[in-house]
Antibody, heavy 116, light 106 residues
């Protein structure tokens, strides 16, 4: 059974850093496109970043240069390193895995709150 | 590339809901995927590759994609279908979501 479990969210001050984790089971993270999607309170889904099976990475303009997506194949875990956090980064962050372009499996989300 | 969805739609139980996702020549250039999201829950894939359904999704959910509009159709709407619906495509290496449509079941 495929399962994705996010962790690492919390309250962080503006300008701070945080690393989110997404532990996968039922498949290997390096076999699929893996993505991070966020949702600010009361807002829609916003794509953040994606890593391909071969390791290519892409970022939304709003996070480029501040966020880094990576994975640890030995731990079968996806990461999102977030730096220089801003109030507008406050959101629930979801990880999801792609099957032929669509995201069939999602984690439960982890809340990141950027506030002083 | 921009995906445009109406903010809201409303439908009576038993009727048919149609939720649109507009994009430039979307029917010829993009494969569209649709997600349902209920409050406090993660999104759920309900239609992929324009018109295919994942296992476990009722046949009442269907999709089409032509011209400048992709459409998610929900037949025989039930109260449990009330949710936010998002379309999604790939644009190069980036993922795009529409703004979402809140479906209200009257």
């Amino acid at each position: 059974e495929v399962q994705l479990v996010e962790s690492g969210g919390g309250l962080i001050q503006p300008g701070g850093s945080l690393r989110l984790s997404c532990a996968a089971s039922g498949f290997t993270v390096n076999s699929k496109y893996m993505t991070w999607v966020r949702q600010a309170p009361g807002k829609g889904l916003e794509w953040v970043s994606v890593i391909s099976g071969s390791g290519d990475t892409y970022y939304a303009d709003s996070v480029k240069g501040r966020f880094t997506i990576s994975r640890d194949n030995s731990k079968n875990t996806l990461y999102l390193q977030m730096r220089s956090l801003r109030a507008e980064d406050t959101a629930v962050y979801y990880c999801a895995s792609s099957t032929s372009g669509s995201f069939a499996y999602w984690g439960q989300g982890t809340l990141v709150t950027v506030s002083s | 590339y921009v995906l445009t969805q109406p903010p809201s739609e409303s439908v009576a139980p038993g009727q048919t809901a149609r939720i649109t996702c507009g994009g430039n020549n979307i029917g010829r250039s993009k494969s569209v995927h649709w997600y349902q999201q209920k409050p406090g829950q993660a999104p759920v894939l309900v239609v992929y590759d324009d018109s295919d359904r994942p296992s476990g999704i009722p046949e009442r959910f269907s999709g089409s994609n032509s011209g400048n509009t992709a459409t998610l159709t929900i037949s025989r709407v039930e109260a449990g279908d009330e949710a936010d619906y998002y379309c999604q495509v790939w644009d190069g290496g980036s993922v795009l979501f529409g703004g979402g449509t809140k479906l209200t079941v009257l």
